[in-house]
């Protein structure tokens, strides 16, 4: 297998912090949540949160992070600088608060830049409504565009990555679902655009992976990948495949066919019930790894080919059982 990189969400390394901090107060800091990520095996990546991980120190954080050994796969926008964004940051009803977030996310790029990364994940949490008669929606829709291509032409030459959620912490967001996000993104007119799948936010959205994931390579760039996992109620950001484990393999089964070529990032949350974060990252990178093995298998197997080719689920089910169980020969 080639070298695959694994990326993490840096946040989860606070979890059980007593544990691995028996004298802390208060919160880790990003090097501390750093340093033991850095003790994860097999962990290549961090993303970091700007500006949320970021304190004027760039040339020392970057530093720390290359002697734990790890590198920066991307940075992830979060707008928190201003109470303001509650109400939306690119979709936001006063031009002076959507040209704060366009600037905000400018400096997170250029940031990522000094990092020596070209990648940008944007989620729009707040950019939602919550009643009917709250939103203009033919407003909200083309204040999106106009700053997401305000964004893009500042920097053509970073991969500028849209993670779409259905709803939370908005009751409706406005880029909730694949499709909604791939109109956006023809809309934007960028080729520097992309998609970023998250796992949970798919299931949450009633969407199947896989066919997401069909939707956005045929129509943009796949350009992040959050893995974890979750009864499709809420974001859960359970272990990799530890309900739907099937279609997780599906999924790795349409990347591996499509090239992928980026971080297998875990957006997983064993902060939630006080897991030991570095043992939860341990058991979804060996999951992962475990399920490309098994897509390779399968990328080349013309009888599961054909068998998808002509609907046959009987068919496909039963080679898929025998790689999961083996021959009942055996």
Same mark, same amino acid.
């Given at each position: &297998?080639?070298?695959? $990189?694994?990326?993490?969400?840096?946040?989860?390394?606070?979890?059980?912090?007593?544990?691995?901090?028996?004298?802390?107060?208060?919160?880790?800091?990003?090097?501390?949540?750093?340093? $033991?990520?850095?003790?994860?095996?097999?962990? *290549?990546?961090?993303?970091? @949160?700007?500006?949320?991980?970021?304190? @004027? %120190? =760039?040339?020392?954080?970057?530093?720390?992070?290359?002697?734990?050994?790890?590198?920066?796969?991307? &940075?992830? &926008?979060?707008?928190? /600088?201003?109470?303001?964004?509650?109400?939306?940051?690119?979709?936001?009803?006063?031009? $002076?608060?959507?040209?704060?977030?366009?600037?905000? /996310?400018?400096?997170?790029?250029?940031?990522?830049?000094?990092?020596?990364?070209?990648?940008?994940?944007?989620?729009?949490?707040? +950019?939602?409504? !919550?009643?009917?008669?709250?939103?203009?929606? %033919?407003? &909200?829709?083309?204040?999106?565009?106009?700053?997401?291509?305000?964004?893009?032409?500042?920097?053509?030459?970073? !991969? =500028?990555?849209?993670?779409?959620?259905?709803?939370?912490?908005?009751?409706?967001? =406005?880029?909730? @679902?694949?499709? /909604?996000?791939?109109?956006?993104?023809? +809309?934007?007119?960028?080729?520097? #655009?992309?998609? /970023?799948? !998250?796992?949970?936010?798919?299931?949450?959205?009633?969407?199947?992976?896989?066919?997401?994931?069909?939707?956005?390579?045929?129509?943009?760039?796949?350009?992040?990948?959050?893995?974890?996992?979750?009864?499709?109620?809420? %974001?859960?950001?359970?272990?990799?495949?530890?309900?739907?484990? $099937?279609?997780?393999?599906?999924?790795?089964?349409?990347?591996?066919?499509?090239?992928?070529?980026?971080?297998?990032?875990?957006? *997983?949350?064993?902060?939630?019930?006080? #897991?030991?974060?570095?043992?939860?990252?341990?058991?979804?990178?060996?999951? =992962?790894?475990?399920?490309?093995?098994?897509?390779?298998?399968?990328?080349?197997?013309?009888?599961?080919?054909?068998?998808?080719?002509?609907? %046959?689920?009987?068919?496909?089910?039963?080679?898929?059982?025998?790689?999961?169980?083996?021959?009942? @020969?055996?």
């Amino acid at each position: &297998m080639e070298d695959i $990189r694994f990326a993490t969400r840096l946040n989860s390394f606070a979890s059980c912090a007593h544990k691995f901090w028996p004298d802390l107060r208060g919160k880790p800091s990003t090097y501390q949540m750093i340093e $033991r990520a850095a003790t994860v095996s097999g962990l *290549t990546d961090v993303d970091l @949160n700007y500006p949320q991980h970021i304190k @004027n %120190d =760039v040339p020392e954080l970057k530093a720390f992070i290359a002697d734990h050994g790890l590198h920066v796969n991307g &940075m992830a &926008m979060r707008y928190n /600088t201003l109470p303001e964004f509650q109400l939306g940051a690119f979709t936001h009803p006063d031009a $002076r608060v959507r040209k704060e977030a366009v600037e905000l /996310t400018k400096r997170g790029i250029d940031c990522g830049r000094e990092f020596g990364t070209h990648l940008m994940t944007i989620w729009l949490g707040q +950019d939602g409504f !919550d009643y009917c008669f709250q939103a203009d929606y %033919d407003r &909200m829709w083309d204040n999106l565009i106009s700053c997401f291509r305000e964004v893009c032409e500042y920097a053509p030459d970073v !991969d =500028v990555s849209i993670e779409y959620k259905p709803n939370e912490p908005r009751a409706f967001s =406005v880029l909730p @679902n694949a499709a /909604t996000t791939l109109l956006a993104i023809h +809309d934007i007119g960028c080729k520097n #655009m992309g998609i /970023t799948l !998250d796992f949970c936010h798919v299931l949450f959205a009633g969407e199947i992976p896989a066919f997401a994931a069909s939707l956005a390579a045929k129509r943009t760039r796949i350009l992040g990948l959050h893995l974890n996992d979750g009864w499709g109620k809420r %974001d859960d950001g359970l272990m990799v495949g530890a309900v739907n484990l $099937r279609a997780t393999l599906e999924l790795i089964y349409k990347l591996r066919a499509e090239h992928f070529g980026g971080a297998y990032y875990f957006d *997983t949350f064993p902060d939630a019930s006080g #897991m030991d974060p570095v043992a939860e990252a341990e058991v979804n990178i060996r999951a =992962v790894r475990r399920l490309i093995a098994m897509a390779d298998r399968l990328v080349g197997n013309q009888e599961l080919a054909d068998a998808i080719a002509h609907q %046959d689920s009987p068919r496909s089910q039963s080679i898929l059982d025998e790689l999961w169980y083996g021959s009942l @020969n055996q």
